[in-house]
Antibody
């Protein structure tokens, strides 16, 4: 069955870095575009980044552009989010999402990132 | 960027009620609109994509309509498991954006 498992979250100080990973299984990872979505505590959903199946076409939210990097390794069935220069407002649950808003839409369980001194 | 405005932000309803949530886009998004349901502590679940296509496994009491800038999610007869927060999402262009959410509560 389809599984998306996020890892790499945790507590980091402002200005620090963190790398999130998403391990995909149960489907042909290289066939799908992937996204990261986040949700701050008690707030709504925010789209963060999107990468097409080949990995060369990428889009970012303005709030993370220049600080976050989305990438994928199709050989390892993995999606990544490199987060630098972290700020308190980046505190959120981060979700790995397959083929968002389409008939193959699927979400991971989410991973918490807390940016605090 | 396309702004998505959802209303109401919350609605009180009872089991069996008909509930309607609206979403307005700041510019034409054709039919590139999805609806998600989220329960506390859980990941969102897709209900509807391309404005009116019911996602696999979603009960038929959920329906979506609209095109262009104005969209509607309707729950025809509210069930206990439908108490949740609902979000609209535009998939027409980048950056992708969400509505602010509608909490359906008793």
């Amino acid at each position: 069955q389809v599984q998306l498992v996020e890892s790499g979250g945790g507590l980091v100080k402002p200005g620090g870095s963190l790398r999130l990973s998403c391990a995909a299984s149960g489907f042909t990872f290289s066939d799908y575009y992937m996204s990261w979505i986040r949700q701050a505590p008690g707030k709504g959903l925010e789209w963060v980044a999107h990468i097409l199946s080949g990995g060369t076409t990428i889009y970012y939210a303005d709030s993370v552009k220049g600080r976050f990097t989305i990438s994928r390794d199709n050989a390892k069935n993995s999606l990544y989010l490199e987060m630098n220069s972290l700020r308190a407002e980046d505190t959120a649950v981060y979700y790995c999402v397959r083929a968002m808003a389409g008939p193959r839409d699927y979400w991971g369980q989410g991973i918490l990132v807390t940016v605090s001194s | 960027d396309i702004q998505m405005t959802q209303s109401p932000s919350s609605v009180s309803a009872s089991v069996g009620d008909r509930v309607t949530i609206t979403c307005r886009a700041s510019q034409d998004i054709n039919r590139w609109l999805a609806w998600y349901q989220q329960k506390p502590g859980k990941a969102p679940k897709l209900l509807i994509h391309t404005a009116s296509t019911l996602h696999s496994g979603v009960p038929s009491r959920f329906s979506g309509s609209g095109s262009g800038t104005d969209f509607t999610l309707t729950i025809s007869s509210l069930q206990p498991e439908d108490f949740a927060t609902y979000y609209c999402h535009q998939a027409n262009s980048f950056p992708r954006t969400f509505g602010g959410g509608t909490k359906v509560e008793i």
